[in-house]
């Protein structure tokens, strides 16, 4: 195998997946958003920030759920899901580039391709007592997940405890997830529920989605973003073209290779 050691390399490859899924995208009539560090990057860099090496693109839940659906693999690019992928960490979409291999600090020794993650954005509740009981159970729910995912019940008392008293299986806990998180009815604002790191920071305006969706230059090329991403951005990240102090300029730490 080949390492990737240059962070270059592996945006190149990153870009060629976008590309692909964002013409899969416009062919289908999906509607989806640079978003997070991919969408600041592109106002406020023309590309990726400069200590960033990831990308994220959100769909509504509908067109989500079409992408999902309509999605065919090709020779190399493949669609990880937690309903299509077995022993799948994640509670969203990745197309990867299989002919990679990508490791990343978050879960040691779990192996995947160089890839884009796609996120579906879900209606939550207006009412705050509501938002804040389905935002507990969503960090509670995606535990267990992973949990089901450890080799080692007794790595921490968490772990064993959700091994000894809760025996559910995994496809259970899926069905769970998908029935009390997911595809809540109609309301004025919204969220990433499938990325428990936000959480309730994670909500902005529903309004963000309605009108013409715009385009924004990244790294030489136009992309698609969600009609009020100014207004998104400033919700979630308030003065977003400010730079952060130095010491929150963090990379990511990965390793990756060619498999060839």
Known sequence: MRPITEVKELRQIQIAILDQVVAFCDENGINYSLAGGTLIGALRHKGYIPWDDDIDLYLPREDYDRFVEKWKDTSHLVMLNPNRTKRYLYTFTKIVDSRTILEEDEVPGYQIGVYVDVFPIDFVPDDERKRHRQFKFMKLAYKMRRCKMQSNYLDNLFHYLCYRYFPLPLGFINSMIEHILWRKPKSSLVCNVTDANFGEKGIFPARCYE?????????????????????????????????????????????????D
């Open 211 to 259: 009108g013409e969706y715009a385009y924004v230059t990244f790294e030489g090329k136009k992309y698609k973003a969600m009609p009020g991403y100014e207004e998104y951005l400033r919700t979630i990240y308030g003065d977003y073209m400010q730079l952060p102090p130095v010491e929150q300029r963090e990379h990511h730490w990965f390793k990756a290779y060619w498999k």
